[in-house]
C-alpha cells in the first residue's frame, strides 16, 4: 500500500520532469529544428491539427525549415497560424510550401526565452511539490485507518521529501543547461 504511493510519487514526479524538458525542446534556440511547430496549431476543417501532422517538414539548410503541406490549399492557413504563434518568425510562401528563415537570435529574444524556460521550470517544481502533497495526504489518511503507525509516518514523509528534492534540483539543472544554449551567440 505505502510503497505503491511512494511509487505513484516517483512516476508522477519523473512524468513532471518529462514534460518540461519536452517543452524546453519546442523553445528555438540559434538553429533550425522542426519541434519548434510542435506548438503552431492550424484549423484543418474545423480541427486543432498541430503543423506536423499536416506537413512534411525537412531543413534544407541549418537555420532553415521547410514546411511542405500534404493539401496544398492548406498552405496559407499554416503560414497564418506561424504568423500568429510566438515564434517571431515571419513565414515565406512560395504556393507550394513555406520557408523558415531563423535568424540570428537578438539578446533581448533570448531574454524572453530564458524568462519563459524559468516560467516553465517553475510549473514543473509546483507540480511536482502537488505530487509531494499528494502522497502526504495519503500516507495521512493510511495513518488514520491504522494501516501504518505514526513513526512508518514519518519515515515515509521523509523519503517523499528526498525524492521532491531530487526531482526539483533535477528541474534547475536542466533549466540551466537551457538557459547557456539559450544565451549561446
Known amino acids: 500500500m505505502v510503497e505503491d504511493i511512494l511509487a505513484d510519487a516517483d512516476k508522477r514526479m519523473k512524468h513532471a520532469v518529462e514534460a518540461m524538458v519536452h517543452d524546453f525542446s519546442t523553445y528555438r534556440t540559434g538553429r533550425a529544428n522542426p519541434i519548434v511547430l510542435e506548438r503552431v496549431h492550424v484549423d484543418y476543417y474545423g480541427t486543432d491539427t498541430p503543423v506536423n501532422q499536416m506537413a512534411n517538414i525537412s531543413v534544407p539548410e541549418p537555420r532553415q525549415l521547410l514546411i511542405t503541406p500534404y493539401d496544398k490549399s492548406m498552405v496559407a492557413a499554416i503560414e497564418k497560424a506561424i504568423m ?37 521550470t517553475e510549473n514543473a517544481c509546483v ?53 547557456a544554449e539559450l544565451m549561446e551567440v
Open 127 to 179: 507540480a511536482i511539490r502537488n505530487v509531494r502533497r499528494d502522497a502526504n495526504e495519503h500516507l495521512k489518511k493510511a495513518m488514520k485507518d491504522k494501516e501504518i503507525g505514526e513513526d512508518d509516518e514519518r519515515s515515509f514523509e521523509a523519503k517523499i521529501q528526498k525524492m521532491t528534492d531530487k526531482y526539483i534540483a533535477e528541474c534547475h539543472d536542466l533549466q540551466k543547461k537551457k538557459d
Open 84 to 120: 500568429k504563434s510566438d515564434l517571431g518568425i515571419n513565414p515565406s510562401n512560395d504556393g507550394v510550401a513555406i520557408r523558415l528563415n531563423f535568424p540570428q537570435m537578438t539578446e533581448d529574444r533570448r531574454k524572453e526565452l530564458v524568462k519563459q524556460v524559468n516560467a516553465r
